[in-house]
């Protein structure tokens, strides 16, 4: 695993690029193909642009000399649809498409979706529950000996045991269900690229256990030669696993150095820099072993131990292979993780962005309006990755904390091809970002400290002081697109991290001035400390800190703007009083919120498993550790949602209800300092905060998303195996 694969081909020419990747025989037929060498199957629409994960990885292997086909949305009521373009020659690849397949499908009420956005006219029901286990089966079926590969967000997410919120129980890993024979996590181009080479040339899929980013099933006791196994319930420290090393050890030579005649052992100091190379060295010739399935799903504390375990092993530089057993007696195995991959180089994110894609859905949809593309079709992704750490957040067990950006010239580039190539283009450009709006460029000041850091959050409980944070090469990137011949306009659509941007008043000045159409969104998420302290997220000191350079460059710039915060219900570690609080915060800054979010527990995240054992895996868990309070019950979940929408006078019933009981009757009344009155309106009076605010009151704080836009971050996880179509980048992103 020492080597580090690239994903630019090695000099020879590529295949020449199809128009669109094949759908049918009739289109492979066209390009002269008797078969294809990758088939992806994929739970959406098939749109040729990066930001869509089928298009970019089938772009990228068109480069490297493969022929590429894709099945998008097959009906999975028989194997006959897997069989449209025939058996691959070398695998297929499964994806449930850019949103796990059950987040896409169901509200966090567990109710079913209306719409899908990823789908032609938003139509519903266009993909099964657990897409990848049943697209997987289903390839399976149709041709048993082909190669099955899995990835992406839904992949990801699910890659070892893990709490399942629709079914209420904790799940195996999704690779014994979907009977795959890989799988590939996280960004995986380099993964992808190295086992499609080697497949290629030969080699057994069976026999391909050493790349970055992989998993898969193997008998129980398998290790490579070499490899140590160590318990995780061993090293479940706070903070650093590895204990600091003595800067005075002295330790025994090699056999160059001989005892003395009396038998005294000679001694050598060691330096620091061969102990920090033989540690990583053990390292990456270590695995640890999680609790195994049967245990965790039985064991709420070994479940938040296991979380916790996997979360500290997530840095590229020093995470650890992981090992959880699925079964017991004969029957068992285990599921193997290798590290996570290695991030991009900037010349490999240039590369992968800069493919020749059709950038439009595939002419198979005739006009077809698909919502996804309609929001990103006008926006750039400019980088990957997040180092927020937001508990709620699944962008760290897909994407990673490390900052991936690519180049100036490669982001103004795309910008052109948008405005040359686009027939329907007006001029607006509506995101330059990706997972935040402002991360761009921002890594660590010392690669090493990178390296050997085990923290969860690079910005909590407070920016840590190794982090660079300097807006400028973003605002150059601002200054620079926005004076392109043809480009009008430059609006941001990524969720801004406001206690960065606050570090430099020259980009909120440039943001305010130039790329705010009128609302600005961003996230404190809550007010109080207690949920903000399991969301892993700043106190209201930094948003208020933001909203007054906010105001203060709007002014300058003669521009009326506003703040749209989103907040989170019913997020682990939220008491009623928390709500409660915040919805007088929400009163006397005179907020009308007409979108809300309750919180969604998806796999894997940390907030999930605070929501599923009511502990907390940001510290040390035992069964006397801190307990978080959790808003299981509908009617508790229903009641926070309602505090945040304490205008709407369909809520006001609940709310009298719930301030009686916890004392607070003063709260009830037609004074200014009450939160709902004593009477309930006219049946025919119209809701307030429902489309429309009362006439009189401030617009300023209502959150209406465009139509189609899937809210993100809280409980909508979204977007591509490895890129994100949306413009509002927040959430279980694939």
């Known amino acids: 695993m020492n080597a580090v694969p690239t994903i630019l081909p090695a000099g020879a020419s590529p295949r020449r690029s199809a128009p669109f990747l094949p759908t049918s025989r009739a289109e492979m037929d066209k390009l002269g193909w008797d078969a294809c060498d990758v088939i992806l199957v994929t739970g959406d629409a098939y749109i040729d642009h990066p930001s869509f994960g089928m298009a970019l990885v089938g772009r990228l292997l068109e480069a490297h000399g493969f022929r590429v086909g894709i099945i998008s949305q097959p009906d999975w009521h028989s194997a006959e649809p897997f069989r449209a373009l025939g058996k691959p020659r070398l695998y297929f690849g499964i994806t449930a498409g850019n949103m796990d397949s059950m987040v896409n499908r169901y509200t966090s009420d567990r109710k079913i979706r209306s719409d899908d956005a990823y789908t032609p006219n938003a139509e519903a029901n266009k993909r099964p529950d657990r897409a990848l286990t049943v697209y997987a089966q289903r390839a399976r079926e149709a041709y048993p000996d082909a190669n099955v590969v899995i990835g992406s967000i839904e992949a990801s997410l699910r890659r070892i045991a893990h709490y399942d919120y629709w079914s209420d129980k904790v799940r195996r890993s999704v690779l014994p269900d979907s009977k795959a024979d890989i799988l590939l996590f996280g960004n995986a181009e380099r993964a992808l690229v190295a086992l499609t080479q080697r497949l290629a040339a030969g080699e057994p899929i069976e026999s391909i256990r050493d790349l970055r980013g992989t998993a898969f099933m193997a008998k129980p006791g398998w290790r490579p030669e070499g490899w140590v196994e160590i318990d995780s319930l061993a090293l479940d420290k706070p903070g650093r696993i590895d204990s600091h090393a003595d800067p005075y050890a002295m330790e025994p030579q090699g056999s160059a150095m001989q ?318 009083e928390d709500m409660l609080n915040l919805s007088l915060w929400l009163k006397a800054n005179d907020f009308r919120l007409d979108q809300v979010q309750t919180f969604l527990p998806t796999p894997m995240a940390l907030a999930t498993a605070m929501y599923h054992t009511r502990k907390n895996p940001l510290k040390k868990v035992s069964a006397d550790s801190e307990a978080v309070d959790t808003v299981r019950t509908g009617k508790l979940r229903r009641l926070h949602k309602a505090f945040l929408r304490w205008h709407d006078p369909e809520n006001w019933p609940m709310l009298r209800e719930a301030l009686m009981r916890m004392g607070r009757a003063d709260l009830i009344g037609n004074g200014p300092d009450c939160l709902v009155p004593r009477q309930q309106p006219a049946a025919a009076a119209a809701p307030a905060g429902r489309g429309a605010t009362p006439r009189g009151q401030s617009q300023r704080g209502r959150t209406s998303a465009p139509a189609g836009k899937p809210a993100e971050g809280r409980g909508r996880p979204a977007l591509p195996a490895a890129r994100k179509p949306a413009p509002n980048r927040r959430g279980a992103r694939g």
């Open 259 to 576: 005892p003395a005649a009396d038998g005294a052992q000679p001694v050598r100091i060691v330096p620091a820099a061969e102990r920090v190379a033989a540690r990583r060295a053990a390292r990456e010739h270590t695995v640890v072993r999680l609790p195994a399935y049967e245990a965790v799903k039985d064991d709420a504390v070994l479940y938040a131990h296991a979380s916790r375990v996997f979360h500290l092993e997530s840095n590229p530089g020093n995470a650890r292979a992981l090992v959880q057993r699925h079964g017991e007696g004969p029957g068992a195995r285990e599921v193997w993780l290798n590290p996570p991959p290695l991030p991009l180089t900037t010349p490999e994110m240039d590369f992968v962005y800069g493919l020749p894609y059709a950038r439009q859905p595939h002419p198979a949809y005739k006009g077809a309006r698909i919502p996804a593309w309609d929001m990103i079709k006008f926006s750039v992704n400019i980088m990957r990755g997040c180092f927020g750490g937001c508990t709620f957040c699944s962008i760290t067990e897909h994407e990673g904390r490390i900052i991936q950006s690519r180049s100036e010239q490669s982001i103004l580039r795309e910008i052109e091809e948008i405005r040359d190539k686009s027939p329907d283009f007006k001029g607006h450009i509506s995101d330059l970002g990706g997972p935040t709006a402002n991360m761009y460029r921002m890594a660590c000041k010392d690669p090493k400290i990178e390296q050997s850091c085990r923290r969860l959050s690079c910005v909590y409980p407070g920016i840590c002081e190794n982090l660079g944070t300097d807006h400028g090469p973003l605002i150059q990137i601002y200054r620079k697109a926005r004076a392109l011949p043809g480009i009008k306009r430059i609006t941001i659509g990524s969720g801004l991290r406001y206690d960065l941007a606050v570090r430099s008043p020259e980009y909120v000045k440039e943001l305010v001035t130039h790329h705010v159409s009128g609302l600005l969104k961003i996230a404190p998420e809550h007010s109080e400390e207690g949920p903000l302290s399991k969301m892993m997220k700043p106190g209201m000191g930094a948003y208020e800190a933001f909203r007054k350079l906010f105001e203060k460059y709007s002014k300058e710039a003669g521009k009326k703007q506003h703040l749209v915060p989103y907040f989170i219900a019913a997020h682990p570690g939220t008491t009623d």
